[in-house]
């Protein structure tokens, strides 16, 4: 129950999310539109947790590892798990402010 926990606020193993980004990984945002537009990281593609089921082959089209970011960790903790399940490779990178200082 603690590792779930974990996971899903991004507290795992430490993973090098500006090596990632820097060798091509996708940056998804997936608050919402009006919080993506109030702010986001820049190249970041906008997809709501609760629309990514149904872009999926958007996302897995891009044949690119994934961060995940949202405004505090749980909606991206939620989208890495959906991701996994559809056999991408995918990384919580919590809130998209804390993010964008690790990658920048």
């Not at 129950?1 to 430490?14: A, D, F, H, R, V």
Request: aromatic share 4%.
């Amino acid at each position: 129950m603690l590792n779930i926990l974990k996971q899903l606020l991004g507290l795992g193993p430490k993973v090098d999310y500006r090596s990632l980004a820097q060798n091509g990984a996708v940056v998804l945002d997936v608050r919402t539109p009006a919080e993506f537009k109030s702010g986001h990281i820049k190249g970041a593609i906008n997809i709501p947790v609760d629309k990514l089921q149904g872009n999926l082959a958007k996302v897995k089209a891009m044949n690119k590892p994934v961060i995940t970011c949202c405004r505090s960790g749980a909606r991206s903790g939620m989208a890495v798990g959906i991701l996994k399940q559809a056999g991408m490779e995918a990384y919580n990178g919590g809130p998209w402010n804390v993010l964008r200082s690790k990658i920048s």
